[in-house]
């Protein structure tokens, strides 16, 4: 399985940007995808989750500000962030989970100016 993540960039408080991950495999839609965040200097935390049904879950930090959302015609996940602010400053990570099988994808980056 590769992930390929993309959509990063550098954004004003306030703003909104959009991830994407494409999922290779042909499991993506049993999988449960995800995003996670890291800070530098900080552990790496979860973001939004959505299992293969469409169930979503959401860090605190993000809710009702962040959308999770995938195609299975396409194999992609998508993260909609919308109100954005110097505290989502962050390397974004895109997981995949199948079978108790874990997945990553390369960081993209994402940097909120304020």
């Known amino acids: 399985v590769q992930l390929q993540a993309s959509g990063g960039g550098l954004v004003q408080a306030g703003g909104s940007l959009r991830l994407s991950c494409a999922h290779s495999?042909?499991?993506?839609?049993?999988?449960?995808m995800g995003w996670y965040r890291q800070a530098p200097g900080k552990q790496r935390e979860l973001v939004a989750q959505i299992t293969s049904t469409g169930t979503t879950n959401y860090a605190a930090s993000v809710k009702g500000r962040f959308t999770i959302s995938r195609d299975n015609t396409k194999n992609t996940v998508y993260l909609q962030m919308d109100s954005l602010n110097p505290e989502d400053t962050a390397d974004y990570y895109c997981?995949?989970?199948?079978?108790?099988?874990?997945?990553w994808g390369q960081g993209t980056q994402v940097t909120v100016s304020s």
């Open positions: 495999g042909i499991t993506f839609r049993v999988s449960r």
């Open positions: 997981h995949a989970a199948f079978l108790g099988n874990n997945y």
